[in-house]
């Protein structure tokens, strides 16, 4: 089985197995006849509207053929969200491509001159620009230094290579002081992976990534196989920084129409809270690490 197709069949499989028959409203017999945890491939057929047959096979990975609405209807069945309902139209569409893909998938090695100057321009606020793997490609001055942490872990190779925020939070000890719930670190970051090789299934250095990640960390294998899918649009954190001490933040995610693959992650402290004095200090001593490094005329 091809992993286009294997990635399918266990999409499916583990979005089944989390609707039971109640949640489906279905008539529930009882379990003990039961020996999926889940619904039964035939329910799942019965609430799209298509033969058992045909689910099967959409279950064993053969999406190539499937039209939207049918995808539609299936989502439904199974209840996914609108990040997972993108998911599975994304492994359609891999399914309909060529075994080989025309070329590797592009990848930025950076930000753009006129996105840096963008986000310089926004000082007051941390900015930084990831890609879908994770790899921070930018950032501007407070940024930086509020991701100190992912930029002096050894699992940055070398001074030149982009951090990586999945490999900080699983490979690096450090992640575990740097954020509050480093089990929802944990969870973004592979959300976050699985929703980006579903978009973009020919990302070698994604394939990559996640090879390293499931040899060295065994929760990360774990939460892999889970085939558990989001993005990360909005929301708030809690960080904890070797210099400033406690940081509550919310955080935006912006899409630059340009560069549509490179995604600003902006973080934002109440007004005239303690969050907000902290960030002050760590702009400040950011300025000052700066203009140390800037060379003099």
């Known amino acids: 089985m091809s992993p286009k197709n294997q990635a399918a069949r266990d999409f499916l499989t583990t979005r089944r197995a989390k609707i039971t028959p109640r949640m489906a409203g279905l008539p529930d017999y009882g379990t003990t006849t039961?020996?999926?945890?889940?619904?039964?491939?035939e329910e799942v057929a019965?609430?799209?509207?298509?033969?058992?047959?045909?689910?099967?096979?959409?279950?064993?990975?053969?999406?190539?053929?499937?039209?939207?609405?049918?995808?539609?209807?299936?989502a439904r069945a199974l209840q996914l969200d609108e990040d997972e309902r993108r998911y599975l139209l994304d492994l359609a569409r891999a399914a309909r491509r060529p075994t080989r893909a025309p070329g590797r998938t592009?990848?930025?090695?950076?930000?753009?001159?006129?996105?840096?100057?963008?986000?310089?321009?926004?000082g007051?606020?941390?900015?930084?620009?990831?890609?879908?793997?994770?790899?921070?490609?930018?950032?501007?001055?407070?940024g930086r230094a509020l991701f100190s942490a992912a930029y002096d872990s050894p699992t940055r190779?070398?001074?030149?290579?982009?951090?990586?925020?999945?490999?900080f939070v699983f490979l690096d000890p450090a992640a575990q002081d740097f954020y509050a719930d480093i089990d929802e670190a944990a969870a973004v970051c592979v959300h976050m992976l699985r929703a980006h090789a579903g978009a973009a299934p020919y990302d070698k250095h994604l394939t990559g990534l996640i090879g390293e990640l499931s040899t060295r960390s065994p929760e990360f294998r774990t939460r892999w196989a889970a085939h558990d899918v989001s993005t990360h649009r909005a929301g708030a954190?809690?960080?904890?920084?070797?210099?400033?001490?406690e940081l509550i933040l919310g955080f935006e995610q912006l899409t630059i129409a340009s560069t549509p693959?490179?995604?600003l992650s902006t973080y934002i402290a109440e007004p005239n809270s303690p969050t907000a004095e902290r960030l002050q200090l760590l702009a400040s001593w950011a300025r000052t690490t700066t203009a140390a490094n800037t060379p003099q005329p």
């Open 46 to 74: 019965l609430l799209a509207g298509v033969s058992a047959d045909y689910y099967t096979r959409m279950e064993k990975g053969n999406l190539a053929g499937v039209s939207e609405e049918v995808l539609d209807a299936v």
């Open 237 to 245: 954190k809690a960080l904890h920084h070797h210099d400033v001490g």
């Open 34 to 41: 039961r020996r999926v945890p889940g619904l039964r491939r």
């Open 261 to 263: 693959t490179i995604t």
């Open 157 to 167: 190779r070398s001074s030149t290579a982009h951090p990586n925020l999945a490999a």
């Open 124 to 142: 007051a606020t941390p900015v930084i620009a990831h890609d879908g793997c994770l790899d921070i490609l930018g950032a501007n001055p407070l």
């Open 106 to 122: 592009r990848r930025a090695r950076g930000v753009s001159h006129r996105v840096q100057l963008l986000i310089d321009s926004m």
